[in-house]
Antibody, heavy 120, light 107 residues
Framework: EVQLVESGGGLVKPGGSLRLSCAAS????????MNWVRQVPGKGLEWVSC????????YYADSMKGRFTISRDNAKNSLFLQMNSLRAEDTAVYYC?????????????WGQGTLVTVSS | DIQMTQSPSTLSASVGDRVTITCRAS??????LAWYQQKPGKAPNLLIK???SLESGVPSRFSGSGSGTEFTLTISSLQPDDFATYYC?????????FGGGTEVEIK
């Protein structure tokens, strides 16, 4: 069974940093592109970033470029999102999400999400 | 970037109704469109990929159609479990873009 379990969310002050983690199991993690998608509570879905299976290709939404860094450790079946210079508008549930195929793709599995709250 | 416009934003319907949700892309995306269902407090669930390909395990009352810039999700006979929010997503190119969502509520 595919499982994606996020951790690392919490309360952080504006300008602060946070590192999210996603532990993957039930599939060959190293073979899949992976994404982060976020959702402001009560609002729609917003794609954040995608990383290729071997980390050779990385993509970001424009509003996160330069502040967020996606990475992965295939030996540990883990995906990460380093978030710096956080703003109030980054407050959201962050989902770890598996791409169904290489490149730009639909998302076939999602984690349960981790809530990031940016507030003073 | 490609923009995705979903309509309506809210839809009131009764059990047994036929429901149609529309998603329009600002430029052609071929068939590279997915539909998701999301219930409160839960992660989205993939229903349809490649505009019309039903994901395994998804009831056959769900169907998708369209190509290019206009797409539809149809629920042929709305069931109690279908009251949820639905999102389209383009994956023709990065950045991946979701539509604004359609909340299907009980009439």
């Amino acid at each position: 069974e595919v499982q994606l379990v996020e951790s690392g969310g919490g309360l952080v002050k504006p300008g602060g940093s946070l590192r999210l983690s996603c532990a993957a199991s039930g599939f060959t993690f190293s073979s899949y592109f992976m994404n982060w998608v976020r959702q402001v509570p009560g609002k729609g879905l917003e794609w954040v970033s995608c990383i290729s299976s071997g980390s050779g290709y990385i993509y970001y939404a424009d509003s996160m470029k330069g502040r967020f860094t996606i990475s992965r450790d295939n030996a540990k079946n883990s995906l990460f999102l380093q978030m710096n210079s956080l703003r109030a508008e980054d407050t959201a549930v962050y989902y770890c999400a598996r791409a169904n195929s290489v490149g730009a793709s639909e998302i076939d599995y999602w984690g349960q999400g981790t809530l990031v709250t940016v507030s003073s | 970037d490609i923009q995705m416009t979903q309509s309506p934003s809210t839809l009131s319907a009764s059990v047994g109704d036929r429901v149609t949700i529309t998603c329009r892309a600002s430029q052609s995306i071929g068939i590279w469109l997915a539909w998701y269902q999301q219930k409160p407090g839960k992660a989205p669930n993939l229903l349809i990929k490649k505009a019309s390909s039903l994901e395994s395990g998804v009831p056959s009352r769900f169907s998708g159609s369209g190509s290019g810039t206009e797409f539809t999700l149809t629920i042929s006979s709305l069931q109690p479990d279908d009251f949820a929010t639905y999102y389209c997503q383009q994956y023709n190119s990065f950045p991946l873009i979701f539509g604004g969502g359609t909340e299907v509520e009980i009439k």
